[in-house]
């Protein structure tokens, strides 16, 4: 286990889409969400009316998915323009960061337009996602990160889950050699949080659907369902948040 995990707090984040789920992530003892709308389809960028909510009922950190679209990572520059827009706009709803990420055609990062992303963002910190896990080069993607100054990277090593990237996740931590903060993410719930921190030695982890608990609309008439969405549970996070303290 990477020493310098013991000296530091761990930090859960959790992934939310409503003001009701980042409202259960603090209270369940998470130090961050990261907040976005469409979910299941990896996430894009939430409503300037929901950062303004969420960032009126929690006090941890908020931080703003910037992602046009759903699909690949290699944006027009239409939607290039959407996405420094949109972190102006997070930036005056008083987000704490903003989580982003851009690959070239040839699936390396776009160092360049993230230097944009990055000015128009300063002075608040930079999230590179799982666009990472799409990358060719892990490696060379990792370095770039770091050059250019990101302040945290998401990823899954690469695999569907943490718990499969497990590897590739334990390099990353040790070729940061904290010069960024490596965050792994994807499938991590209170029974596996635990040994990822070990065995990677990370301090951050990332949870979405993990945490999630299912709530169905019924019409008490007619008996058929209207649909249903998900909500954070807190005593979910709260267990995470334990799994993670007991290292």
């Not at 998470?30 to 907040?35: K, P």
């Not at 303004?52 to 759903?70: C, D, G, N, T």
């Not at 994807?186 to 635990?194: I, P, R, S, W």
């Not at 005593?235 to 993670?244: D, L, P, Q, Y």
């Amino acid at each position: 286990m990477n020493p310098l995990l013991m000296k530091v707090n761990p930090v859960l984040e959790v992934c939310v889409d409503s003001v009701e789920s980042a409202v259960a992530a603090q209270k369940g003892g998470a130090q961050r969400v990261e907040l976005c709308a469409n979910r299941g389809e990896g996430g894009t960028t939430p409503s300037a009316a929901m950062m303004e909510q969420v960032r009126k009922r929690v006090s941890i950190q908020l931080f703003a998915m910037i992602r046009p679209r759903p699909g690949d990572f290699c944006y027009s520059s239409a939607e290039f323009v959407v996405m420094r827009r949109d972190i102006e706009i997070a930036k005056d709803l008083g987000v704490d960061g903003v989580v982003v990420g851009i690959l070239t055609n040839r699936r390396a990062v776009d160092a360049k337009r993230m230097k944009i992303l990055q000015r128009t963002a300063f002075p608040l910190p930079v999230t590179f996602h799982r666009a990472f896990d799409q990358s060719r080069n892990p490696l060379e993607a990792l370095e770039t990160i770091v050059q250019l100054g990101v302040s945290r990277l998401l990823t899954s090593g690469q695999k569907q889950t943490a718990l499969e990237g497990l590897p590739l996740l334990a390099t990353l931590v040790e070729r940061s050699q904290g010069r960024t903060i490596v965050m792994p993410g994807g499938g991590v719930d209170a029974q596996n949080a635990g040994l990822i921190m070990k065995v990677t030695g990370s301090s951050e982890i990332h949870v979405n659907s993990a945490v999630q608990r299912e709530v169905r609309q019924i019409d008490a008439g007619k008996k058929w369902s209207l649909g249903s969405y998900e909500v954070v549970d807190s005593t979910k996070v709260r267990r995470i948040v334990k799994a993670m303290k007991s290292i």
